[in-house]
């Protein structure tokens, strides 16, 4: 019905129950599709229907141009499968809970030309997906240029070992988030090692959120480590060409004028700084 139609944006809140006609949803001409679904009103092992799934196949089939495709809410294994397909995709969004896999991340890291990845990694096993993106001999997301990565400190760790090793990785602009389990933040040094050594050359602009639900600490006269500290932070001083830095914690971090010195002389390139910090015994 809509021949030049480029981008389409589905908000379904109950797909299994909604009939898309296809024909005012499809084109030859797509080049972004958004599908939003939610997490509120449906089950776990819910299937998310029949026509939402015929749909996504459709799309995979006719639109030969598909460059930006966006994800959000239990899609289920056939959907993802799919997805697995559209090996010209420029930029993915994943936020499906715990139906994403490793082996759909190991399919889609083979992408040649995706330059642009935001996962939901929650519940995701660091061994499994560790064996899965780093089994073969080429490197995956070998494009990748943008990352939003949400997970554990020990599964982001897991992703970014399957990038382009030597600092040849294009990564210019990564933000992580953890979790909300409370954990010490020197959980984050492998991660941050990391991804220093694998985007020396290539990072402008890094983001990390790391919130803490307080209800979960098993001992509030002795939490564990939660504020970042120079030292915390110190294997980012290998990414010379930072412009952009912004630590968004739950807990302040610990860092005094002394500190700013360091940091300063690490990113001599840095426009950008964003750190709420206060004195951690005033906190």
Same mark, same amino acid.
């Given at each position: 019905?809509?021949?030049?139609?480029?981008?389409?944006?589905?908000?379904?809140?109950?797909?299994?129950?909604?009939?898309?006609?296809?024909?005012?949803?499809l084109s030859?001409?797509?080049?972004?599709?958004?599908?939003?679904?939610?997490?509120?009103?449906?089950?776990?092992?819910?299937?998310?229907?029949?026509?939402?799934?015929?749909?996504?196949?459709?799309?995979?089939?006719?639109?030969?141009?598909?460059?930006? @495709?966006?994800?959000?809410?239990?899609?289920?294994? #056939? +959907? &993802?499968? $799919? *997805?697995?397909?559209?090996?010209? =995709?420029?930029? !993915?969004? @994943?936020?499906?809970?715990?139906?994403?896999?490793? #082996? +759909? &991340?190991? $399919? *889609?890291?083979?992408?040649?030309? =995706?330059?642009? !990845?935001? @996962?939901?990694?929650?519940?995701?096993?660091?061994?499994?997906?560790?064996?899965?993106?780093?089994?073969?001999?080429?490197?995956?997301?070998?494009? @990748?240029?943008?990352?939003?990565?949400?997970?554990?400190?020990?599964?982001?760790?897991?992703?970014?070992?399957?990038?382009?090793?030597?600092?040849?990785?294009?990564?210019?602009?990564?933000?992580?988030?953890?979790?909300?389990?409370?954990?010490?933040?020197?959980?984050?040094?492998?991660?941050?090692?990391?991804?220093?050594?694998?985007?020396?050359?290539?990072?402008?602009?890094?983001?990390i959120e790391?919130?803490?639900?307080?209800?979960?600490?098993?001992?509030?006269?002795?939490?564990?480590?939660?504020?970042?500290?120079?030292?915390?932070?110190?294997?980012?001083?290998?990414?010379?060409?930072?412009?952009?830095?912004?630590?968004?914690?739950?807990?302040?971090?610990?860092?005094?004028?002394?500190?700013l010195a360091?940091?300063?002389?690490?990113?001599?390139?840095?426009?950008?700084?964003?750190?709420?910090?206060?004195?951690?015994?005033?906190?």
């Amino acid at each position: 019905m809509l021949p030049s139609l480029t981008t389409v944006r589905l908000n379904l809140s109950d797909p299994s129950k909604r009939a898309l006609p296809s024909a005012l949803f499809l084109s030859q001409n797509l080049r972004n599709v958004s599908i939003d679904i939610g997490f509120g009103r449906r089950a776990a092992t819910a299937h998310p229907g029949e026509t939402l799934c015929t749909y996504v196949d459709a799309v995979a089939r006719v639109a030969q141009s598909l460059q930006h @495709l966006t994800l959000r809410g239990r899609v289920g294994e #056939r +959907v &993802l499968d $799919t *997805v697995t397909t559209l090996q010209g =995709l420029r930029t !993915l969004s @994943l936020c499906v809970g715990t139906d994403i896999s490793p #082996r +759909v &991340l190991a $399919t *889609v890291g083979a992408f040649p030309q =995706l330059t642009g !990845l935001r @996962l939901h990694l929650d519940g995701i096993d660091a061994e499994e997906l560790r064996e899965a993106l780093t089994g073969g001999s080429e490197p995956r997301f070998a494009a @990748l240029e943008q990352l939003e990565a949400r997970g554990t400190p020990f599964v982001l760790e897991a992703f970014l070992e399957s990038l382009p090793g030597d600092g040849s990785a294009r990564l210019t602009t990564v933000e992580l988030e953890s979790d909300l389990k409370p954990r010490s933040v020197d959980a984050w040094i492998p991660t941050l090692t990391l991804l220093a050594d694998k985007c020396s050359n290539s990072l402008r602009d890094l983001t990390i959120e790391a919130h803490t639900s307080f209800c979960e600490v098993p001992d509030l006269a002795q939490p564990p480590k939660l504020h970042f500290t120079l030292g915390t932070l110190s294997p980012l001083a290998k990414a010379t060409r930072i412009q952009r830095f912004v630590l968004d914690a739950s807990v302040p971090a610990d860092l005094n004028d002394a500190n700013l010195a360091v940091i300063a002389k690490w990113w001599p390139e840095i426009e950008h700084l964003g750190l709420w910090t206060r004195p951690v015994e005033a906190f």
